[in-house]
């Protein structure tokens, strides 16, 4: 159900309008299924991580609605109080279904979406609305963060431990091979890669969806979206390398920004990957060159059936 729901979600997000252009419904389809049937999620439902798919589950459907509370040309679509009590109950419910870390990430792709608002408009408009739905949020599920940030304290999380700690199960540069071939280094049972795990570091989206993705790339740069998914893609990789990194980007957010001081294994970060990836499939396979249109239902077809045939080995009794 929740890779159902995060395939929805997405679909969601990419039909959301921008500059009054909308991207296809096949386009917005595409794109879920390569974020439901990614490695990120399919290797954990093997892996058991259900409060991990669970929470990552919501992160299309927060920044949907946070990006329509801060885009000026859909504001007053549900009223000023209306929009920000809808991203509010929907953040809020990302926060209450357990794995912190995910709702930490959908903050940090609202983030960049809501800067890029920001610019476009010459406001800061974006950030004030966005502000206000998660302190809303976080207000609507403190009856559950308060005992957790209670718990948290008893925990290991709070010891003051070295950052070698934190930087264990980063991504290498070879880990790109993964991308194109997800056994490169072995399946679940025979993982020879980088620590800790094939789980961690699974973040395959097709080889039709990284063409896809190239071409998303290409063709919507210029936009808010296509922007967006570029830069949380591009950040979410050079996190995941950590040490690995030519500058370790990782280090410099542990060191300032507290949140980074209770996480580990930088390779988390490769949802931030597998979803903007997921968002530039689609906007790729919304601009394919006229000449090739006819080509659209078949490409699809290929990224379903390949899709398919890698998360299938994941599914056991």
Known sequence: FHVFWAMMGTYVLLRNSEFGIRITKLSAWVGGVIFGLSGFFIARTWAGHV?????????????????????????????????????????????????????FMTVIV??????????????????????????AGLGLAAFHLLPVQEFVRSSIRTFSLPYIWHSYGAIEWRSILQLLNPFQFGNQFTYTGPPPNFIEHAMFV??????????????????????????????????????????DLQYLLWKYVPMYQYLRIPSRHLVLVVFGLAGLVGIGL????????????????????????FARGFIEL
């Open 110 to 135: 609202v983030g960049f979406v809501t800067l890029l608002l920001c610019y476009f408009e010459r406001s800061w408009k974006p950030i004030l609305r966005a502000g206000l739905a998660g302190i």
């Open 51 to 103: 409060d991990v798919i669970a929470a990552a589950s919501w992160m299309p459907w927060v920044v949907a609605a946070f990006r329509r509370l801060a885009d000026k040309r859909a504001w007053g679509t549900w009223g000023d109080k209306g929009s920000i009590a809808i991203a509010a109950g929907i953040f809020a419910m990302q926060l209450l279904a357990g794995y912190q870390t995910m709702a």
């Open 286 to 309: 919304d601009r394919l060159p006229r000449s090739l249109k006819v080509l659209r239902l078949p490409i699809v077809g290929i990224i379903v059936v390949e899709m398919v045939l």
């Open 206 to 247: 097709g080889v039709g969806g990284i063409l896809l993705g190239v071409l998303g790339v290409l063709g919507g740069i210029r936009g808010v979206r296509g922007k967006a998914f570029f830069l949380i893609t591009l950040f979410g990789f050079w996190v995941s390398l950590g040490p690995n990194a030519p500058v």
